[in-house]
């Protein structure tokens, strides 16, 4: 629900025609069943689309939809997918390859595909003609037309491509059902206009635009007043905010206002992008009262070189600089990134370069992944490919080197007392409970039921490359 004063926008008030027609549909079947009809959604990808599927998720349940974890149980499967490496795309459609089956034992189940995968030409194609029993598909920036889609498709029976020629705007007033009550995704923005030559992400989800900050702030704040203590603000390049709203706010002066309400919360931001991470954004974490102090700052790589053929539009020695300045404003901050191996014509020698920023710099966690060429941007026709063996290599080595890093940065907190929001039993081991620190690491201790949600404040007694252990303090 929106404050009073902020409007929905209008292509998402128009869906209510379809919104009421699904539900009165789904309520004639629940009097005639005794059963709710159910959806099962799954995702797959980055936080982006995380947040997207908890609003397809609220818009079947406004069409009067159950929510289900278990796809056998579905009468409508939703996937949302991701196309940033092959794996991603590979393990979508071998899943919804497995859909064939439950169709077959139940005719009336419609299947619906979304997000960054089907937007491209080649995978629309793929599901058209190998995928034959997809019901439909739309793109990423018609998320909202999700009802409108639903009803046609269920109307006149015909399967549904809706990928999108124009961008639609930005939609307010979309209808969210959050898969926690303490722990919350934001979108501030869409798209991206970057262009790193490896990356699939500007052309599947189209150029950047920001919500008004009014709408952040109202969301913002009615998260906090609802016992929303985690709040995580998505964009894939969060500094970029604002650039296209034309009055000079950014993302800084968006961090600063959402920091002045009050209440018992963290903010969290990602994905930073090193081009444009100022100092006036590092200034406002330092002196907030509630900006986790963390950064997730993606390097990419070590090598200037690579840099320059990547697009970054950066160098290390600009990468650097940053850190050290956050560091000096904010002694506590933990610091992670991501890198790419194996990216085209990356040499033996720009890969020590990686290798060496890892150890000066000293990343709390790393996410590293293989390059994977994806069809379409210029990195996937440069010359100089890598061969899989030598970025497997490559890879295991960085890896190896990082598990050292993070085991000393983690050990230096041994004896130390963090507060850690507790997220409940942890899935590995039952015995105990974990939860996330400031700096969004792991942290295991006995636990209780009544802590789950809440911050409670852990000793830290052991620790390993990706996880602390520790005893929970008895208020
Ligand atoms: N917008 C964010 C990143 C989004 S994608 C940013 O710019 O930092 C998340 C990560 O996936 C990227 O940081 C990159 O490390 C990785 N990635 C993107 N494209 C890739 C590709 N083609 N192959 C391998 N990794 C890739
Ligand atoms: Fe991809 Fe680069 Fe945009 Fe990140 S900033 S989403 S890596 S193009
Ligand atoms: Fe994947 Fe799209 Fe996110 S490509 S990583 S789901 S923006």
Known sequence: ??????????????????IAQMRADNELYFTEQGVRRRAFVLTFGCQQNEADSEKIAGMAVEMGYDITDTPEDADLIMVNTCAIREH???????????????????????IGMCGCMVVQEHRKDDIKFRYPYVDFIFGTSSLYRFPELLCKKLAKGKRLYEIEEKLYP??????????????????IMYGCNNFCSYCIVPYVRGRERSRKPAYIVDEVSQLVREGYRDITLLGQNVNSYGK?????????????????????????????????????????????????????????SGSDEILKRMNRRYDTAKYGEIVRYMREKMPDVTVTS????????????????????????????????????????????????????????????????????????????VGKTLTVLCDGVSKGNAALYSGRTEGNKIAFFEGLPEDVGKFVEVTIERADPYAFYGKKKEN
């Open 244 to 300: 296209d709203l034309e009055d000079g706010y950014d993302f800084a002066d968006l961090l600063a206002e959402l920091d002045r309400i009050p209440g018992e919360y963290r903010l969290r931001f990602m994905t930073s992008h090193p081009k444009d991470a100022s100092r006036k954004l590092i200034d406002v974490m330092a002196s907030s009262e509630h900006i986790a102090h963390q950064f997730h700052l993606p390097m990419q």
């Open 1 to 18: 629900m929106l404050d009073k004063d902020l409007q929905p926008s209008l292509e998402v008030a128009e869906q209510s025609k379809y």
């Open 170 to 187: 930005v939609s307010e007033g979309l209808p969210v059902r959050r898969a926690s009550d303490y722990r919350a995704w934001v979108s």
């Open 88 to 110: 991603a795309e590979q393990k979508a459609l071998s899943i919804v390859g497995q859909y064939k089956h439950l169709k077959a034992k139940k005719p009336s189940l419609v």
């Open 338 to 413: 991501d890198i790419i191996v194996g990216f085209p014509g990356e040499s033996e020698d720009d890969f020590a370069g990686t290798l060496h920023m890892l150890e000066t710099v000293r990343f709390d966690m790393l996410y590293s992944f293989i390059y994977s060429p994806r069809k379409g941007t210029p990195a996937a026709s440069m010359e100089d490919q890598i061969p899989k063996a030598v970025q497997s290599e490559r890879f295991s080595r960085l890896l190896k080197l990082q598990e050292q890093i993070g085991l000393e940065k983690n050990q230096a907190y």
